[in-house]
């Protein structure tokens, strides 16, 4: 997994609640065996005039200039702020590999569906939940001000603004190990391996309809 | 000491906890279908990992199925190499059981668990499918996982969790004629929205819980993620233990008796404490019907389409304009005045046997209207299609004018050739009402199986509850 220690990244604000993993990455992209190349669909439905399908040509397709992740100043950016409940619904990693492909590195939102948040940690993608106040004090200092920049810092737990203002943020303190690391847990996992086997072993004795 | 049934199911699978709470939670079933399972064996693969334990795999190929006309196979190459790679992967690593594309045994992953007693109380179920939940409803932790937990799950049957807040929900009161468990849930998502159970474990119990069948608890428990909720589950009764013993895979001779003893612990303690209560009185429910993109734009179908301005929070009003425009619907339009064009019976909510029988009877000697392009009716797996067709409900619904199809997820997500065209307005028995969920500009509105076959037979939303 890629690591996160710290990042300073332009700002790209998505103004609408409720954006589900159907919406960031549409269910025909999901026929793919692969984990990349889901950067150019993602928000298809929003982003392109047409309809997407696997295998077309993205340079070529008309672009929507009404979806906010078009306009030119947001070209770059790899901190998505967005609204409550973030990411609900399908339980599609997809979605997570599509925002991450796209290049973002960090979403900064009031709250964010857990099967999703859970998923972003996994691929070295930091979601952030801060309080709607500053949250949308964050939309509204976006949309005010061109190439907006915030700085993350996992380590210290902190965004900080242009204008100075520090916000702490709370993150488990597994996850960000595993974050700033790079760690794949299923190597870290595999180390319990033994505590595992006498777990199942004695589980076996216990409820042996579970095994048959 | 007291507990919730939620203590009990998590303190069974601790396997190691972390500083932090962290914990590492023993996984017993592992359900694996098509779509999130093959970058997880690529990545164990990769790794030069085995499966940890394979007999803890039930795995089906559902999301991008066909239909109809098996014989030819499926014809979208991206979706058969999808479930090739699946057959390929459970064929070399092996699986308790595995009924791959055209078997007879072939159906929802959520369906097939529970019908052959492989989901049992007291385990830990997870699948790389939201609606995972659904196995809740035979008191099991269960819940969707996305790709890197799967391959975590594949490698080391184990999952990293943090325990959630607990939320119990009590459905009392009796339930009105004509309404059903999915209207008890619409109900429920309608009151705590979309997000009201975000970071909660669910445990839905009273009175009108106890009433309901096993199939009728899944569709509650399906939906629980619609609430943000990744587990929803029931306690153990009498209900439950009828409806798994003889099944398949579910456990025999002493061995019953001693799970059956168990299995009967698995409730929460007299006087246990929720962090979080909520109160519904079902007699109160009519039959829902949505009106927007998110299963918490809910109504009765005696209501209206709600307006903008009904709602203060200015984040809330937007959605509801954008809902509107997306759905093209007008406020304060009656419910029962909305003209549909297709409907769809089905899905891991509401394709099980009483789904289909509760339909069957509403469409019964009527007539599929004729303003409505396509009816369907897609059984959850193969054993609940063979078992309508014994009762003759298929003869049913194709004389009323609907389809009877194969088994699969079908155009609950649309990956296959089920799908509404852009403006299409569909009646739909499945749990997301999402922009574009049933094809790109399709209109969805999710309704009870009941009310689903109503609307086949007016052409438009209508109250069950005339037609019984």
Not at chain 1, 55 to 71: C, H
Not at chain 2, 73 to 80: L, W
Not at chain 2, 208 to 222: Q, V
Request: aromatic share 8%; hydrophobic share 40%.
């Amino acid at each position: 997994m890629q690591k996160f220690v710290q990042l300073d990244g332009l700002v790209a604000p998505l103004d609408r609640a409720n954006v589900d993993t159907d919406a960031i990455i549409p269910k025909q992209f999901l026929k793919s065996i692969k984990r990349s190349g889901f950067g150019p669909n993602a928000f298809d439905e929003w982003r392109y005039l047409d309809h997407g399908e696997p295998g077309m040509d993205n340079s070529k397709r008309a672009k929507n200039p009404d979806f906010v992740l078009n306009q030119p100043r947001y070209v770059g950016a790899s901190i998505l702020l967005v609204r409550e409940n973030f990411g609900c619904g399908s339980s599609r990693e997809h979605a997570p590999w599509a925002l991450e492909d796209m290049g973002f590195r960090v979403l900064l939102g009031p709250s964010f569906a857990d099967i999703f948040f859970t998923n972003c940690f996994k691929n070295g993608l930091l979601p952030i939940c801060l309080p709607v106040a500053e949250i949308d004090a964050l939309f509204a200092q976006a949309l005010a001000i061109p190439g907006y920049k915030l700085r993350i810092d996992l380590e210290a737990q902190t965004v900080t603004r242009a204008d100075g203002k520090v916000i702490h943020f709370d993150v488990d303190t597994f996850r960000k190990y595993c974050l700033l690391n790079g760690f794949d847990d299923i190597g870290l996992t595999l180390c319990r391996s033994e505590k595992i086997k006498e777990f199942e072993a004695r589980r076996r004795i216990d409820q042996p309809w579970l095994f048959s | 000491m007291i507990k919730t049934l939620y203590d009990k199911l998590w303190e069974s699978h601790v396997v190691h906890v972390e500083d932090d709470g962290t914990t590492l939670l023993y996984i017993d079933r592992h359900l694996v279908h098509e779509v999130t399972s093959p970058q997880a064996f690529e990545g164990l693969k990769l790794a030069g990992r085995k499966p940890w334990r394979v007999s803890s795999i039930v795995a089906t190929a559902d999301h991008n199925t066909p239909t109809k006309e098996w014989e030819k196979g499926i014809e979208d190459p991206i979706s058969r190499l999808q479930v090739e790679t699946l057959d390929a992967n459970i064929r070399e690593s092996g699986a308790l059981v595995y009924f791959p594309f055209r078997d007879k045994g072939q159906g929802i992953v959520h369906v097939v668990g529970p019908e052959i007693g492989a989901t049992l109380p007291g385990m830990t179920v997870v699948c790389g499918d939201s609606h995972t939940s659904t196995h809740g409803a035979f008191a099991c932790l269960a819940h969707g996982i996305g790709t890197s937990e799967v391959e975590h799950v594949l490698a080391t049957q184990c999952l990293l969790q943090k325990k959630s807040k607990s939320m119990l929900v009590r459905f009392d009161g009796a339930l009105g004629r004509g309404v059903t468990a999915k209207d008890m849930v619409l109900a429920f998502i309608g009151r705590i929205g979309t997000a009201g159970g975000t970071g909660y474990a669910i445990e839905f119990s009273g009175s009108a819980i106890r009433g309901l069948s096993m199939e009728s608890r899944m569709t509650i428990c399906n939906m629980a993620i619609e609430a943000g909720a990744r587990v929803g589950f029931v306690a153990v009764d009498e209900t439950t233990v009828a409806y798994l013993k003889g099944r398949p895979f579910a456990p025999k001779g002493a061995t019953w008796d001693r799970a059956e003893a168990y299995w009967r612990t698995l409730v929460s303690d007299q006087g246990a404490s929720f962090d979080s209560v909520v109160d519904i009185d079902v007699s109160r429910i009519e039959p829902q019907v949505t009106w927007g993109t998110s299963p918490e734009m809910v109504v009765s179908v005696t209501g209206t389409v709600p307006a903008p301005e009904d709602f203060s929070d200015p984040v809330r009003r937007e959605g509801v304009e954008r809902a509107l425009q997306y759905m093209g619907l007008t406020p304060r339009t009656p419910i029962n005045k909305i003209p549909i064009d297709k409907v769809f019976i089905g899905s891991c909510t509401n394709s099980r046997i009483e789904d289909l029988r509760e339909a069957a009877s509403i469409v019964k000697g009527r007539r599929v209207a004729p303003t409505v392009k396509l009816a369907l009716v897609v059984p959850g797996s193969g054993l609940v299609k063979r078992q309508a067709e014994a009762e003759g409900l298929d003869k049913v619904f194709v004389a009323a004018g609907f389809e009877w199809r194969e088994p699969g997820c079908s155009m609950c997500l649309a990956m296959n050739a089920d799908r509404l065209e852009p403006g299409e307005r569909c009646a739909s028995t499945s749990n997301r009402n999402f922009e574009g969920r049933q094809g790109v500009g399709g209109r969805t509105h999710l309704v009870s199986p009941a009310m689903a076959a109503t609307a086949a037979i007016a052409g438009h939303f209508a109250d069950v509850r005339d037609l019984i």
